[in-house]
Nanobody
Framework: QVQLVESGGGLVQAGGSLRLSCAAS????????MGWFRQAPGKEREFVAR????????DTADSVKGRFTISRDNAKNTVSLQMNMLQPEDTAVYYC???????????????WGQGTQVTVSS
């Protein structure tokens, strides 16, 4: 049974930082690309960042480029999202997901976590 469990969300002031983590179990983690997505109330789920199975390749959405960084530790079966210079528009539920290839669209991801809330106050 595959499980992805996010942690690290919370309330932060604009300009602050948070680090999200996602712990994976029940799958051969090093064989999967990982992604972070987010969904704000009343909006579609959107791509935030992705990383290749080895961790050698990463990509972030234009809206977070230069502020967010994705990384992974295959020895610990974890993927992280470092979020700096947070803005109110970053407020959303953040999800980690696993896929066989590092795509930027949600439909490509087979396994999903339950999400963690990030709220940025102005």
């Amino acid at each position: 049974q595959v499980q992805l469990v996010e942690s690290g969300g919370g309330l932060v002031q604009a300009g602050g930082s948070l680090r999200l983590s996602c712990a994976a179990s029940g799958l051969t983690f090093s064989r999967y690309a990982m992604g972070w997505f987010r969904q704000a109330p009343g909006k579609e789920r959107e791509f935030v960042a992705r990383i290749t199975p080895s961790g050698a390749g990463t990509d972030t959405a234009d809206s977070v480029k230069g502020r967010f960084t994705i990384s992974r530790d295959n020895a610990k079966n974890t993927v992280s999202l470092q979020m700096n210079m947070l803005q109110p528009e970053d407020t959303a539920v953040y999800y980690c997901a696993a896929a066989e290839a590092p795509r930027s669209y949600a439909a490509a991801y087979r396994y999903w976590g339950q999400g963690t809330q990030v709220t940025v106050s102005s």
